[in-house]
């Protein structure tokens, strides 16, 4: 083979068969089994001994309605190469959500490890291969726009990172050993924003479903559900539904709705993956139907394994208020244990850039680092002109780069207009909409996003608006933080069991944690515009005192 190969044939025995005088036979391929049915069907594999496999195909019930076959292959194709593109079409795929696969995960995760020219397999060649499907007419989106899609960034099959594989398997393995033990079972996942944590829940889900219909496997015909108490994460993990067999909507809820249906039934489900359990509530909130003390504390009740995801730096409402004691104090009632993830997947930012943000999100005010990673851009601005322009740049020349503000601004729920900085910034707050993700909106570019639009998503860059509530204290030179100013009136809902002392302390935590879950939204870039003058002030004096 002296360059890419894309054959199209039927998928039947008489097509294989002539596959032996083919040069595909007997080299590492990638193929596509698909059918153009209403609801189009496909099946993505890798092989070196293509006849063997595709005959196993044949004779497998499950493939009865694919009828198409796309063989890929290259003279430079080696087994990580082909394994590699296989990943890449299944994600893809995924994200363009137009098949519902028939690939199921392996028991074990894949995890990223680097081959010899991976890049030009990774990149240049994959992009021949899309483009080839594109002309085809397989695909129709272009590879920008899916990688800019929350379905693509959170897909099941992402390749993870050695601690993300090892944490998986010690899950996994914690299930099978527990899940029939008497008793109630926890396990959190702890680790702050951007490293990794809904990758990783999304690929054990998957795991999880696909091995409750595994009849060898331990975890076979078991109730399992992933829940998450954030809207927009809960459209990204239905879309994600949408293309794999085992991963069903109805396994796919809210907290409250979870634990009321599980009340209804009198049932108890086996496996209960948590996303973002840092938002869930710790008091009775009636308004949301929820009516004990502690949606975690329910949660358990009703599971037989409860897995959570928590990060108490993202605690965003006092009625959800959470911090590691808390946590504890519950988790200890149950066989408990803590796992770990340290290293941040989201970010290409530099270490000394990662240390300025998490000592600003603790009120303390550093230079700004050394601009020595091309990867990451970190910028002070000082007008919102120029502020607004250079993110709007940003969209137009890699997308999914948008502007978003501490919640210093009115903004209700009744479909009316509210702007945010109206003597500065003068935009809209963001429009919410049950069809499609705000970041993802190519409109969302002419509008200021809310700390509950992006929470737990990915951007390119992410531009972040302090608004009046942030302030700074030249007496002790760090932030100042003014909770009188705050306009998101649900999060300092109060509650009766804090003192005074303790809402005020919870109510600072809240802007700050707002301000951490902003600030790491974004890949490639962090910009920073504060309203605030004195601290606008102070940020750029810290920004033209860089050190030497």
Not at 11 to 23: C, M, P, R
Not at 502 to 525: A, D, F, P, T, Y
Request: hydrophobic share 35%; charged share 30%; aromatic share 10%.
């Amino acid at each position: 083979m002296s360059e890419l190969l894309f054959e199209k044939r039927d998928f039947n025995t008489e097509q294989i068969l002539a596959l032996n005088a083919s040069q595909l036979d007997n080299h590492p391929i990638v193929y596509i089994l698909y059918n153009e049915k209403k609801k189009p069907t496909a099946y993505i594999g890798q092989t070196v001994q293509a006849v063997r496999r595709l005959k196993n195909h044949l004779r497998d019930k499950k493939r009865k309605s694919l009828t198409r076959t796309i063989f890929i292959g290259h003279e430079r194709f080696h087994q990580s190469a082909s394994y590699n593109i296989e990943t890449n079409l299944i994600n893809y795929f995924i994200a363009e959500n137009h098949y519902q696969l028939q690939n199921i995960s392996q028991t074990r995760s894949r995890e990223m490890h680097h081959y010899y020219q991976k890049n030009f397999y990774n990149e240049q060649l994959f992009e021949e291969i899309w483009d080839q499907l594109r002309k085809e007419n397989i695909v129709s989106d272009t590879l920008e726009n899916l990688r800019n899609k929350d379905i693509y960034k959170l897909s099941p099959y992402k390749e993870l990172s050695p601690q993300q594989v090892e944490i998986k398997n010690e899950i996994l393995d914690f299930c099978k050993e527990h899940l029939d033990k008497p008793g109630n079972h926890v396990i959190s996942i702890a680790g702050d924003a951007g490293t990794g944590k809904s990758v990783l829940l999304s690929s054990l889900f998957n795991t999880i479903q696909d091995l409750s219909k595994d009849k060898e496997s331990l975890l076979n015909k078991k109730n399992n559900y992933l829940l998450v108490n954030h809207g927009e994460m809960l459209k990204t993990y239905k879309s994600i539904a949408n293309s794999l067999p085992n991963l069903k909507k109805k396994n796919l809820m809210k907290p409250t709705s979870f634990i009321n249906q599980m009340t209804k039934s009198g049932e108890n489900a086996d496996i209960v993956l948590v996303d973002e359990a840092h938002l869930l509530l710790t008091k009775e909130d009636k308004y949301n139907n929820f009516h004990y003390q502690n949606q975690l504390e329910e949660i358990i009740k009703r599971s037989k394994i409860t897995i959570v995801i928590f990060d108490p730096k993202q605690v965003l409402k006092i009625k959800s208020y959470w911090n590691e004691r808390l946590l504890e104090e519950i988790t200890n009632q149950y066989h408990a244990k803590t796992v770990k993830l340290t290293e941040q997947m989201r970010m290409n930012a530099n270490p000394d850039t990662l240390k300025w943000i998490n000592h600003f999100v603790s009120k303390q005010l550093l230079p700004l680092p050394e601009e020595n990673n091309d990867s990451f851009q970190l910028k002070i601005f000082e007008d919102h002109a120029s502020f607004k322009a250079a993110i709007k740049k940003k969209d137009n020349e890699v997308g999914l780069s948008r502007i978003v503000s501490t919640f210093d601004y009115i903004h209700k729920k009744d479909g009316a207009t509210y702007m945010v900085d109206e003597e500065g910034i003068n935009m809209p707050w963001n429009s919410t909409n049950d069809k499609w993700t705000w970041a993802e909106h190519a409109d969302s570019i002419k509008e200021v996003g809310s700390i509950y639009t992006v929470q737990g998503f990915d951007l390119n860059y992410v531009g972040v608006i302090l608004g009046p509530s942030i302030s700074y204290d030249d007496e002790k030179d760090e932030l100042f933080i003014d909770t009188a100013k705050y306009k998101d009136t649900g999060a300092f809902t109060s509650r009766d069991d804090m003192s005074p002392e303790k809402i005020k302390q919870v109510k600072e935590e809240i802007i700050l944690n707002s301000i951490n879950v902003l600030m790491k939204r974004g890949i490639n870039g962090l910009y920073i515009y504060a309203t605030d003058a004195k601290l606008r002030k102070r940020l750029l004096e810290l920004k033209r005192s860089k050190k030497k």
